[in-house]
């Protein structure tokens, strides 16, 4: 049963934006720290901005100032919003718990031409 369902992605220039959404289930999200991951081809996968259920939020030195993760508990999902991007943000992006994950999702595909 997929659980996880990363959408948004695509192919963007230098410099442009994209949103990603996160669509999950009450009982992953709840109030579970949930976090966007990223793996690039021959890399490992990598926290790249988490979240807590109350908000607070932490990034990654490489995209602090041009990334923003929120979320709607309403919903059961999370976003990353991302600006400023660059060819080396060129990855499969991902979303799960930080702690206690569960099976990933297919992920999404973003593609940063220079």
């Known amino acids: 049963q997929v659980q996880l369902v990363e959408s948004g992605g695509g192919l963007v220039q230098a410099g442009g934006s994209l949103r990603l959404s996160c669509a999950t289930s009450?009982?992953?999200?709840?109030?579970?720290?949930m976090g966007w991951y990223r793996q690039a081809p021959g890399k490992q996968r990598e926290l790249v901005a988490d979240i807590t259920g109350s908000g607070s939020t932490n990034y990654i030195d490489s995209v602090k100032g041009r990334f923003t993760i929120s979320r709607d508990n309403t919903k059961n999902t999370v976003y990353l919003q991302m600006n400023s991007l660059k060819p080396e943000d060129t990855a499969v992006y991902y979303c799960n718990r930080v702690i206690a994950k569960v099976p990933w999702g297919e992920g999404t595909q973003v593609t940063v031409s220079s």
């Open positions: 009450q009982m992953i999200m709840s109030i579970h720290r």
